[in-house]
């Protein structure tokens, strides 16, 4: 069985020439960007469906943002 691990992932790359290590780095950079994107949207999603549903209520921002620091 191969088993990927980081490290192989990790000697492999290591082997492609400078500018394909460059290209892998910008795709993976992108990847996780888009990634976050979307899963931003359906939390952001989410809690418009909770808000709408009645299981958040409004609050000023002054509130939140003391609850925050609070919660430091």
Same mark, same amino acid.
């Given at each position: 069985?191969?088993?990927?691990?980081?490290?192989?992932?990790?000697?492999?790359?290591?082997?492609?020439?400078?500018?394909? =290590?460059?290209?892998?780095?910008?795709?993976?950079?992108?990847?996780?960007?888009?990634?976050?994107? $979307?899963?931003?949207?359906?939390?952001?999603?989410? &809690? &418009? $469906? &909770?808000?709408?549903?009645?299981?958040?209520? $409004? =609050?000023? $921002?002054?509130?939140?943002?003391?609850?925050?620091? &609070?919660?430091?």
């Amino acid at each position: 069985m191969n088993t990927l691990t980081l490290d192989r992932v990790l000697t492999d790359a290591e082997h492609l020439p400078s500018d394909e =290590q460059e290209i892998l780095e910008d795709l993976l950079r992108k990847r996780r960007i888009e990634a976050w994107r $979307a899963e931003t949207a359906t939390e952001a999603k989410n &809690a &418009a $469906a &909770a808000f709408r549903s009645g299981k958040l209520k $409004a =609050q000023s $921002a002054e509130s939140v943002i003391a609850r925050l620091r &609070a919660a430091k």
